[in-house]
T-cell receptor, first 113, second 114 residues
Framework: KAGVTQTPRYLIKTRGQQVTLSCSPI?????VSWYQQTPGQGLQFLFE?????QRNKGNFPGRFSGRQFSNSRSEMNVSTLELGDSALYLC?????WGTGELFFGEGSRLTVL | GESVGLHLPTLSVQEGDNSIINCAYS??????FIWYKQESGKGPQFIID?????DKRQGQRVTVLLNKTVKHLSLQIAATQPGDSAVYFC?????????????FGGGTRLMVKP
């Protein structure tokens, strides 16, 4: 069974641009969560989706948004990029909602110049 | 607010020895804890979890201990192997947080010396 797939794996943007990251969960998993990982702040929860509905949102500005499609695939978008948005963005899926057993992808590493 | 932290940022052990990674939490109402392992270039990988109605749970070569009195949990790895070298995170699904919202600690890097 294929794992969580995130694309692109690496990308470089400049300040003010926007970026869209994609996540394909494990087949059959309906819950998708997004986390930001930086050396300074560690792993921080962004948002999670279940059945195309955002169920929780972390403490990030409105420039960070996401959505989930009917096939459970998810995208997150960051608009008006800032230098501090440089990070590894991790997507995780789970079979059920309300579990701590998340299956993470390898992440999308975003560099903002 | 709730927080999950770690005592030591780096732990170096000899291959074959047992490893103990510690984690403290601040919210006495926290009731669900999870350990993750992250190898270089990969996403975190679930290791084991424990709920507050237990004080010990065992997996394959790993044991998690929960001490609610002092709000502390630990991950013990038996017979540590080079493949165990990674960063280990404890995480908390804080009470009142429905869903998969996890709060992660800062991580401990485990280095296994051959």
């Amino acid at each position: 069974k294929a794992g969580v797939t995130q694309t692109p794996r690496y990308l470089i943007k400049t300040r003010g641009q926007q970026v869209t990251l994609s996540c394909s969960p494990i087949s059959g998993h309906r819950s998708v969560s997004w986390y930001q990982q930086t050396p300074g702040q560690g792993l921080q929860f962004l948002f999670e989706y279940f059945s195309e509905t955002q169920r929780n949102k972390g403490n990030f500005p409105g420039r960070f948004s996401g959505r989930q499609f009917s096939n459970s695939r998810s995208e997150m978008n960051v608009s008006t990029l800032e230098l501090g948005d440089s990070a590894l963005y991790l997507c995780a899926s789970s079979l059920v909602w309300g579990t701590g057993e998340l299956f993470f992808g390898e992440g999308s590493r975003l560099t903002v110049l | 607010g709730e927080s999950v932290g770690l005592h030591l940022p780096t732990l170096s052990v000899q291959e074959g020895d047992n490893s103990i990674i510690n984690c403290a939490y601040s919210n006495s109402a926290s009731d669900y804890f999870i350990w993750y392992k992250q190898e270089s270039g990969k996403g975190p990988q679930f290791i084991i979890d424990i709920r507050s109605n237990m004080d010990k749970r065992q997996g394959q070569r790993v044991t998690v201990l929960l001490n609610k009195t002092v709000k502390h949990l630990s991950l013990q790895i038996a017979a540590t192997q080079p493949g165990d070298s990674a960063v280990y995170f404890c995480a908390e699904n804080a009470p009142g947080n429905a869903g998969n919202l996890l709060t992660f600690g800062g991580g401990t890097r485990l280095m296994v010396k051959p």
